[in-house]
């Protein structure tokens, strides 16, 4: 066993082998000759070992977790699961057995259980980073973001700067919108591991969000130096280089991406944007069309879409995709709630109440303003909401338009539940902060 910790395979191997002709029932001795074939690149001998040790002595703590460990790696997670849950009925008390119970049920998706088994192993040895940190994984999972950022600044407090830390921690900074916060950990694991694919990957992803694209664009390029086949690191690239202005260099980008995982509908949909925005249309037109035959009724492609044809003044077709912008998480437009059914444009408004109310920007409200007079004409009584700037001046419409601001009350039988304005449409970013895997411990020894 020395011998291995030492590397020197070979002399390691003539020893636990002599342990083993002694003692040929000895489940111990059989496991750690497993643990030494397994460190010398030998994992099918291994797994003889720990398979015959298991039938001399089926609770066996040491060989059953090595089993588990063996099966994860193979990516039977519920295998090394059973393993582990069989080695616990032994060893309850062992902490490596509960962090990789919780890395084989984080890998099942059953992550409230795997955080459960983290705190466990933590309880029984709570200096372990590396079980501290799959804790802090499994939390960002579960999007408990102030728990996963406790982990990890109690992480930095207690080891000092580990580069999978600093990405965790920025990662779950980028997560909560603390961007500029999220900067300095994810600089420092670039600095500290050059060589380091995902570390530049994540700077500049928060460079992007910073609008900082120049740097944004190096750190994509240091990136891709390392390893070119990145769609998504491709994806984002082009969206800073159209950012900064290089149409052309964007558009390699996002055609690069789309070669080398044309099911990416994002980048189909960055296309589509890009080319709209050149005046391109019947280009700008296939490519939405393309990221909605990649993925049915995508939000962010519906919308961009619905923009082309009210653009080319297509409005029959414009409007109905305008609706999916209470889709898009990025323009974070509510859709409000009033009690009483939306009006379909087909129902009479004759001797009806009608709420308008103004959905996004100051300039809206006025450009569409004028369109309340049809509605007039066929019979409704109008009330319009607007922003309370615009009420004096809104005020001027028709005495038979009613203009109120949010606070006033609505016209009767109905209730408001939320509100909100939207941003323009952008080019999306993709493969935003990602959360560190976890770490598997080592095989064990069965021990002296």
């Known amino acids: ?130 079980t501290l940190h799959n804790r802090a994984v499994a939390n960002m999972l579960l999007n408990r973001y102030a728990q996963a950022l406790r982990d990890y600044d109690e992480l930095l407090a207690r080891h000092g700067e580990r580069v999978p830390d600093l990405l965790g921690r920025g990662a779950v900074l980028v997560a909560l919108d603390r961007n500029s916060e999220a900067l300095a950990p994810l600089a420092r694991a670039a600095e500290l591991l050059p060589d380091d694919v995902q570390a530049h990957i994540q700077l500049g992803v928060v460079l992007m969000r910073l609008d900082r694209h120049a740097e944004a664009v190096a750190s994509f390029d240091r990136a891709l130096a390392l390893k070119s086949d990145l769609p998504a690191v491709l994806n984002n690239r082009g969206v800073s280089l159209a950012a900064l202005g290089r149409s052309d260099d964007a558009l390699k980008d996002f055609i690069g991406a789309a070669a080398l995982a044309g099911d990416m509908h994002d980048t189909h949909t960055n296309m589509g944007v890009l080319f709209k925005s050149l005046g391109r249309y019947r280009e700008a037109a296939r490519s939405f069309d393309r990221a909605l035959t990649l993925r049915r009724n995508d939000p962010a492609a519906s919308f961009e879409q619905a923009f082309l044809h009210l653009t080319l003044g297509e409005l029959r077709k414009g409007w109905p995709l305008y609706e999916a912008r209470f889709r898009v998480p990025a323009l974070a437009i509510p859709e409000r709630d009033f009690g009483v059914p939306r009006w379909d444009g087909k129902v009479s408004l004759a001797g009806k109440t009608l709420l308008v109310h103004a959905e996004q920007g100051l300039g809206d409200a006025i450009q569409f303003a004028r369109y309340l007079g049809l509605l007039i004409e066929r019979g409704a009584n109008v009330v319009f909401e607007v922003m309370p700037s615009l009420v004096a001046l809104l005020r001027t419409l028709p005495a038979a338009i009613g203009t109120i601001a949010p606070a006033e009350p609505l016209p009767p039988g109905t209730r408001s539940i939320a509100s909100g304005e939207s941003p323009p449409p952008s080019l999306r970013i993709i493969a935003r902060g990602e959360p560190v895997p976890p770490v598997e411990l080592p095989l064990s020894y069965s021990g002296l």
């Not at 000759?33 to 010398?40: H, K, M, R, T």
């Open 1 to 130: 066993m020395a011998l291995t910790a030492l590397g020197r395979t070979d002399e390691a191997l003539a020893n636990l082998a002599q342990a083993v002709r002694l003692a040929p029932n000895d489940a111990a001795a059989l496991t750690d000759l497993g643990v030494a074939l397994e460190a010398g690149g030998r994992a099918r001998d291994a797994l003889d070992c720990f398979e015959r040790a298991v039938e001399i002595d089926a609770a066996h703590a040491p060989t059953l977790h090595n089993l588990a460990i063996l099966a994860a790696r193979q990516g039977d997670h519920e295998r090394a699961l059973k393993y582990v849950d069989r080695a616990l009925a032994s060893e309850p008390r062992l902490a490596a057995l509960h962090n990789n119970r919780g890395n084989a049920l984080q890998e099942l998706g059953r992550l409230p259980e795997a955080v459960e088994s983290y705190s466990i192993a933590l309880g029984l040895e709570p200096a372990n980073g590396d």
